[in-house]
């Protein structure tokens, strides 16, 4: 068993490579999960655009003010 997690997971590139196999095989199998992730990585997401947007509107005119562009 130690040989096949080793070739499957000895480094973190196989280790990412293996899970994101994984996980295409079980999107390809059931599309709901993809969307059921998508929808709450949005929701969990939302609070931040408000304070994020802001603060880039506030850096992009500090620089216009700034640069003069």
Do not use: H, S
């Not at 095989?25 to 969990?44: D, H, M, S, Y």
């Not at 609070?47 to 216009?64: C, K, Q």
């Amino acid at each position: 068993m130690g040989n096949w997690f080793r070739f499957f997971g000895g480094t973190p590139r196989r280790f990412l490579t293996t899970l994101a196999g994984i996980g295409l095989i079980v999107v390809l199998i059931n599309p709901g999960i993809l969307e059921t992730a998508v929808n709450r990585f949005a929701a969990a997401l939302m609070p931040l655009l408000g304070p994020a947007l802001a603060i880039v509107i506030v850096f992009a005119g500090l620089r216009m003010i700034l640069r003069g562009k």
